[in-house]
């Protein structure tokens, strides 16, 4: 019976396959452990980043792991002092008991070179994690495990790959307090040069970076608010602000911008929030934008500016419910190329943990997101600004004011936050509570109502709170700003004049 071509393909692809060796280097495990029962300060050149489960030889990885076990407890390891261990566990019965430690010994390599052998180990280790990664996404592929989407395929592999190379063991060491202490000169003198005492990267708020510094690597700050308060337009002039700020270091300095700014907006579309950020520049409004209500002179303005802010290094992601893993990854990605400096998210209860993961309540869900990006933050070492949207109870107190308490599933976003900032402005609320004619029994009722109303709104007129409630490094308070609804723009509140 011939078979065809195809059948022929099935039956030699997967045996072809298995006939190739997982990548393995048992002479280079022999020779270290070797070196290792020789002289016990050899593990110090490996124990940062080799672990048992990286020995492709499970025989090898458990001596290791005996050994490792006494060196940490300050106890010798060699071949007299672990045998009894390795007798009683039966670790060697596979490999010929005691004789097994002598052939090790007769492959030792020295000191020196048990770093590199080391190494060796790993990358062998790492290259057979590839492998299986790739066994899981073929046959995820070919839709043996089932249950996944296409595009949630692509994003369980960019998250396995994401925590292979994150979690395979960073060589490390402790820091001198000498060299902390030049890191810690080195930030202040910046701060003394700095008209604006900011260390980190500036939020183009003054009364802001005063309390906080600017915006510091591997901070997670929370900005929160009810509908309507203007926290996409706060986050945007942010990051905005720090984006031209890196323009702007880079003219100075010349040459292409070292970093970027990446706004993942799940709410609105790319188009969108550039034409708020156009609309704040140039100065025309977004409504009249859309619907073609400018002059000739505006649209001109328009043209102008968006060709003035087009270099600027600022990057926009609009893909709705994003996931946690893809987010990461393209936030990698955007470092390696270019460069990142900030992360904003628009907003965080609109987004989706990891491909894989199922938690078993919304609070738990929103703890993993809060976490995640906790982790982006110290991973990537940029500071992470994300958006968060309120509870209703707002709306049932007398003083509108938000507290940490209002953070919808709020316990997890305090605790990982190094800053929880809220955004209040009282005009919105007092312009609801306009006096109604027919609630009154006379006119001059109304038109005391209606004066007191007005000497109240013209007091707020324009202006915004934001309130600093929670910051790991530094003070607390509210920051007065200037907010002009038109361009839905936000502004230190004396650096225009107040209409």
């Not at 996944?148 to 190379?165: C, M, R, T, V, Y």
């Not at 703890?367 to 906790?374: F, P």
Request: aromatic fraction near 6%; charged fraction near 25%; charge should be negative.
């Amino acid at each position: 019976m011939n078979m065809t071509e195809n059948d022929q393909q099935k039956e030699e692809g997967p045996l072809a396959l298995g006939l190739r060796q997982p990548p393995a280097n048992i002479e280079a495990e022999q020779a270290l452990l070797g070196a290792l029962l020789t002289n016990n300060r050899a593990y110090d050149r490996v124990s940062d980043f080799l672990a048992a489960e990286h020995f492709a030889n499970r025989v090898n990885g458990r001596i290791f792991e005996a050994i490792a076990r006494r060196v940490e407890a300050g106890q010798l390891a060699d071949p007299v002092t672990m045998r009894a261990e390795l007798e009683h566990s039966g670790v060697l019965e596979s490999v010929g008991g005691m004789g097994y430690m002598a052939k090790l010994l007769g492959s030792m390599v020295g000191i020196i070179n048990a770093g590199d052998y080391g190494r060796a180990i790993h990358d062998a280790w790492i290259r057979r994690q590839l492998i299986d990664i790739g066994e899981t996404v073929v046959n995820n592929a070919f839709g043996i495990s089932g249950g996944l989407s296409g595009p949630d395929q692509i994003e369980a592999g960019e998250e396995a790959l994401f925590k292979l190379a994150t979690e395979k063991g960073k060589e490390g060491d402790f820091v001198s307090f000498n060299r902390a202490l030049a890191g810690a000169i080195e930030v202040a003198a910046q701060a003394f040069e700095n008209d604006g005492h900011v260390t980190g990267l500036t939020s183009g708020l003054r009364d802001l970076d005063k309390k906080t510094g600017g915006l510091h690597p591997s901070d997670l700050l929370i900005l929160a608010g009810r509908p309507a308060m203007g926290k996409t337009a706060l986050a945007t002039k942010m990051a905005f602000s720090a984006a031209r700020a890196i323009m702007e270091d880079t003219s100075d300095k010349g040459g292409k911008p070292k970093g970027s700014v990446a706004i993942f907006s799940l709410e609105m579309s790319a188009e969108q929030l550039a034409t708020r950020i156009l609309s704040e520049q140039a100065e025309v409004s977004g409504e009249r934008i859309r619907r073609g209500d400018i002059g000739q002179k505006e649209f001109d303005r328009f043209v102008r500016v968006s060709h003035e802010l087009s270099s600027l290094p600022l990057v926009i992601d609009d893909t709705p419910a994003i996931s946690l893993s893809a987010m990461r990854t393209r936030c990698r990605r955007l470092k390696r190329t270019q460069g990142l400096s900030l992360v904003v998210v628009d907003y965080l209860q609109l987004m989706r943990p990891s491909v894989g993961t199922r938690p078993e309540s919304r609070v738990l869900e929103i703890s993993m997101i809060t976490q995640g990006l906790k982790a982006i933050a110290k991973e990537l070492e940029v500071p992470v600004l994300a958006l968060s949207q309120l509870s209703r109870q707002v709306e049932s107190r007398e003083d509108k004011r938000p507290m940490l308490s209002d953070l919808r599933e709020s316990g997890s976003i305090e605790q990982d936050a190094d800053a929880v900032m809220f955004v209040y402005r009282d005009e919105y609320y007092l312009q609801q509570r306009q006096p109604k004619e027919t609630a009154f029994d006379s006119m001059d009722k109304y038109q005391t109502a209606m004066e007191d109303w007005q000497r109240r709104m013209g007091l707020v007129h324009n202006k915004a709170e934001l309130i600093l409630e929670k910051q790991r490094h530094g003070p607390t308070g509210t920051i007065n700003l200037f907010f002009e609804g038109e361009y839905t723009r936000f502004a230190d509140l004396d650096t225009m004049h107040d209409h």
